[in-house]
């Protein structure tokens, strides 16, 4: 035995052997179990490490703590799980399941009305045709295809496998301009071939109901529309891209009113009606290895009689008007930098966004 052993007996040992001390109060008796089940109430129930000796389980459904019989004849936790004495299930009777099932019924009916009444009140400010809010969008966006990864076409001539993923997407984008599928009179007319004027079909929330598109032939892509050579000029070199505006209802975009803001290079393009697109080398160092580049399409540019947009909605059938571009005589082996332009007054040109008004290819072409 240690020393502090022998000097410092326990408090076990103490309160065994010390005399009770008649002002001490007298020791609280246990609360009386009904069976199984034991409520606290009135603050009268006892410590909880009582009712825990006792195996108790505290259940989140009202303060009640549920005991295990000691007896296994008593049921057990069936008796717990339903008690045929009392009627109750999970230490609840019917009326008392029924009242709180009803409270959250209705407490969650209130919490639903309430937000199908407030997305009922902002869909009544929100149009059917156009978006409420366009204060983000910088019109327009330019984009061609193919459209490769880090806008890079690159491939080798005398290797079809390298090049068929451009020619395939080429095909797509013109399936839908084939003439065979632009012969219902109900959902297109003819607006001409030569660039005029916008064509005005009515106000977005008028009930003329859904708009008729313009006729837009691939074969005014020339030698780019796939007719008559399928491999849209990849096979030579001189290989073709697709090149559009991006929808935006309701846009309608305005051709340049004067040449200051257009390269003296380009402003031979500028005509009445079209919104011209222009491509030159991007780096200085890339100058006379770009060679020609020739432009197919109605006026060589973007017709203003395919604006405004309608939307999905009134205008399911519109054909965006494409520019079809050539570049005819690219250096080969060489990595070449082509930047395309559309100029007008209400077209704008982003630092951060490539695509806004413009964009980028690069082109390296081997022939090895």
Avoid at 6 to 35: E, M
Avoid at 325 to 341: A, P, V
């Amino acid at each position: 035995m240690s020393l502090q052993q022998a000097h410092c007996p326990s408090v076990t040992s103490l309160a065994r052997t010390a005399p009770p001390r008649p002002d001490w109060p007298a020791p609280r008796p246990r609360p009386a179990l009904r069976g199984n089940l034991w409520r606290v109430s009135g603050g009268v129930a006892g410590p909880l490490y009582e009712a825990a000796e006792r195996g108790a389980v505290l259940l989140p459904l009202g303060l009640r703590i549920l005991t295990m019989p000691s007896n296994k004849d008593d049921g057990g936790w069936k008796k717990v799980l339903w008690d045929s004495d009392k009627g109750e299930f999970l230490g609840r009777t019917g009326g008392s399941w029924f009242k709180i099932i009803g409270f959250y019924i209705v407490f969650y009916g209130c919490l639903a009305g309430i937000f199908i009444g407030t997305i009922q009140a902002l869909l009544l400010t929100v149009s059917d045709y156009k978006p409420t809010w366009q204060d983000r969008v910088s019109p327009p966006g330019l984009s061609h295809t193919p459209r490769a990864l880090k806008s890079e076409v690159f491939y080798n001539r005398n290797d079809p496998e390298t090049y068929l993923p451009y020619t395939k997407a080429l095909r797509n984008i013109l399936a839908k301009y084939n003439d065979e599928m632009q012969r219902d009179q109900m959902k297109f007319e003819d607006c001409g071939e030569e660039p005029g004027e916008y064509k005005n079909r009515g106000d977005l929330e008028s009930d003329i109901g859904i708009r008729k598109a313009c006729r837009f032939s691939r074969t005014l892509m020339g030698p780019c529309s796939g007719t008559v050579d399928p491999d849209f000029g990849f096979k030579d070199g001189t290989p073709c891209l697709i090149v559009k505006l991006n929808r935006i209802v309701s846009f309608v975009p305005k051709p340049p009113s004067s040449n200051e803001s257009i390269p003296e290079e380009a402003q031979p393009k500028v005509q009445p009606n079209v919104i011209p697109i222009y491509c030159t080398n991007k780096r200085e160092e890339d100058a006379g290895l770009t060679g020609d580049v020739k432009y197919y399409g109605i006026g060589e540019g973007f017709p203003l009689q395919y604006y405004p947009y309608y939307g999905k909605l009134l205008h399911p059938h519109y054909l965006q008007p494409l520019v079809a571009l050539q570049f005819s005589n690219l250096t080969m082996n060489t990595d070449l930098r082509i930047e395309c332009k559309v100029f007008g007054d209400n077209i704008l040109y982003g630092e951060k966004d490539r695509y806004q008004g413009r964009f980028e290819v690069k082109f390296s072409i081997t022939s090895l």
